[in-house]
């Protein structure tokens, strides 16, 4: 891993110390993040898949209502009877937080009171076959919408998980290792630095001493000379 | 207060008008893609789709993955179960984990 360019200084190195710890943190803080993200999201999915299981087998039981009220009744019949339905569904929807991912919760309101007034027609001109494709759509409604709820949060979740452990794989292979190369850079060069002014003070010392020794004599053998 | 609607070829969603879900009915691509715009911005916090249409249309559909809502829904069609719907939530584990490990 590439060190950092920086100069190796101890101030560079205090800071450099500072930020690893930060992105230490940072990397368990997301890995939680995730961990949990993840739990949630597979409890999710296996509920998304048994509700889209059921719904599917509700639609195309309403659907198979649908074809023999198509073929007993003429397609005109059929358009006035559904074309001007009595209900109408309206949503109430609030946002849960799930580890800061805004999921969707949906309530369903209907216009009338009695929530088994979904004939809009009467029922002199139209099939029973039509009523039971009502009746089958109309009971598999309350598991749609909470299909609808649940795969939406799945989708959600999915994007957040992928994020997330894109960060924290970035942390962990890349910013934390180079954090820590670089702190070994420094740390190497600086008792480098300090080996060599060791080295040099000791030098200078050896030569100091040489010279006194060199100046004593002369000294001595100039005093010897005078007497 | 939001609305419910259903998108689709006529045959498959017509059910649903009579529970009061908005129905739009559509036939070519062009007209679902300029259909799906416009209710996404006016009020409709749920859209089932057919799956035939949904597999048409479904880089569209990839606009609204990561917006909070409209929430799109893939549902079989008269003409039957084509696996879209399923094949999708094996997408999102795959995004998610990096394989399909929920089967």
């Given at each position: 891993m590439?060190?950092?360019?920086?100069n190796?200084?101890r101030?560079?190195l205090?800071n450099?110390?500072r930020?690893?710890i930060?992105a230490?943190?940072g990397h368990?803080?997301?890995k939680?993040?995730r961990?949990?993200?993840m739990?949630?999201?597979?409890d999710l999915?296996?509920?998304?898949?048994e509700?889209?299981r059921?719904?599917?087998?509700?639609?195309?039981?309403a659907?198979?209502?649908m074809?023999?009220a198509r073929?007993?009744?003429?397609?005109?019949a059929l358009?006035v009877?559904?074309?001007m339905?009595?209900?109408e569904?309206?949503?109430?929807?609030e946002?849960?937080n799930?580890m800061?991912?805004?999921l969707?919760?949906f309530?369903?309101?209907l216009?009338?009171?009695?929530?088994?007034?979904?004939?809009?027609?009467g029922?002199?001109?139209t099939s029973?076959?039509?009523?039971d494709?009502?009746?089958?759509?109309?009971d598999?409604?309350?598991?749609?919408?909470r299909?609808?709820?649940v795969e939406?949060?799945?989708?959600?979740?999915?994007?957040?998980?992928?994020?997330t452990?894109?960060?924290?794989?970035?942390l962990?292979?890349?910013m934390i290792?180079?954090?820590?190369?670089?702190?070994k850079?420094?740390?190497?060069?600086?008792?480098e630095?300090e080996?060599?002014?060791t080295?040099r003070l000791?030098k200078v010392k050896?030569?100091?001493?040489?010279?006194a020794?060199?100046?004593?004599l002369?000294h001595d053998r100039?005093?010897a000379?005078?007497n | 207060?939001?609305?419910?609607?259903?998108?689709?070829?006529r045959?498959s969603?017509?059910g649903?008008?009579s529970?009061?879900?908005s129905?739009?009915?559509?036939?070519?691509?062009?007209e679902?893609?300029?259909?799906?715009?416009?209710i996404s911005e006016?009020g409709?916090?749920v859209i089932?789709?057919?799956e035939?249409?949904?597999?048409q249309?479904?880089?569209?559909?990839?606009?609204y993955?990561?917006?909070p809502?409209?929430?799109?829904?893939p549902i079989?069609?008269i003409?039957g179960?084509t696996g879209?719907?399923?094949?999708q939530v094996?997408?999102?584990v795959?995004?998610?984990v990096g394989?399909?490990?929920v089967k």
């Amino acid at each position: 891993m590439a060190v950092m360019n920086v100069n190796p200084t101890r101030m560079e190195l205090t800071n450099l110390k500072r930020k690893l710890i930060t992105a230490r943190r940072g990397h368990k803080l997301l890995k939680d993040k995730r961990d949990e993200l993840m739990r949630r999201f597979l409890d999710l999915v296996r509920e998304n898949k048994e509700l889209r299981r059921e719904v599917e087998k509700g639609i195309s039981e309403a659907n198979q209502h649908m074809a023999v009220a198509r073929s007993v009744m003429s397609d005109s019949a059929l358009d006035v009877a559904l074309m001007m339905p009595t209900q109408e569904m309206g949503l109430e929807v609030e946002e849960k937080n799930v580890m800061s991912v805004m999921l969707p919760v949906f309530d369903a309101k209907l216009k009338t009171a009695d929530e088994n007034d979904i004939y809009s027609y009467g029922f002199a001109f139209t099939s029973t076959d039509l009523d039971d494709a009502v009746k089958s759509l109309s009971d598999i409604m309350p598991l749609m919408l909470r299909l609808a709820e649940v795969e939406k949060s799945c989708q959600l979740m999915s994007a957040e998980i992928e994020k997330t452990r894109r960060r924290v794989n970035a942390l962990e292979h890349v910013m934390i290792p180079k954090y820590e190369e670089t702190i070994k850079y420094i740390t190497m060069k600086l008792d480098e630095n300090e080996r060599s002014s060791t080295t040099r003070l000791m030098k200078v010392k050896s030569m100091m001493l040489e010279d006194a020794r060199q100046k004593a004599l002369a000294h001595d053998r100039e005093v010897a000379g005078s007497n | 207060m939001y609305k419910i609607a259903a998108m689709g070829d006529r045959d498959s969603i017509y059910g649903f008008a009579s529970l009061g879900v908005s129905i739009f009915p559509v036939d070519d691509t062009t007209e679902a893609i300029k259909t799906l715009r416009r209710i996404s911005e006016s009020g409709y916090a749920v859209i089932y789709i057919t799956e035939n249409l949904a597999s048409q249309i479904s880089s569209e559909l990839d606009r609204y993955n990561d917006e909070p809502l409209p929430a799109i829904i893939p549902i079989p069609g008269i003409s039957g179960n084509t696996g879209v719907g399923m094949k999708q939530v094996s997408r999102f584990v795959e995004r998610a984990v990096g394989s399909d490990i929920v089967k």
